[in-house]
């Protein structure tokens, strides 16, 4: 994943805790910066990543389906 030709950028104060730092850097991802602008880091070990499931209802039996 990582370039070597890219230069690196270092981590940024979201990073702290996770277990991919790598000195001042990401071990991972060449700019931390940009993975945390889009929005959590999504393979930092530090932060659960949360899924809002939207909660559907479905129901059985009240509605008549439309023949197709
Ligand atoms: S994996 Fe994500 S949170 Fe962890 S150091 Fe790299 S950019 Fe930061």
């Known amino acids: 994943m990582l370039q070597a030709d890219m230069e690196r950028k270092p981590i940024v104060k979201q990073c702290r805790g996770c ?15 940009t993975k ?24 059985v039996g009240q509605q008549k389906q439309k023949k197709k």
């Not at 277990?19 to 910066?33: E, M, N, Q, R, T």
């Not at 530090?46 to 809002?52: A, L, Q, S």
Request: net charge positive; proline share 8%.
């Open 36 to 59: 945390w602008r889009l929005g959590t880091c999504p393979t930092a070990t530090h932060v659960k990543v949360e899924f809002h499931e939207q909660v559907q209802k479905v129901r």
């Open 19 to 33: 277990a991919k730092i790598d000195g001042d850097f990401c071990s991972v991802w060449v700019s931390p910066p």
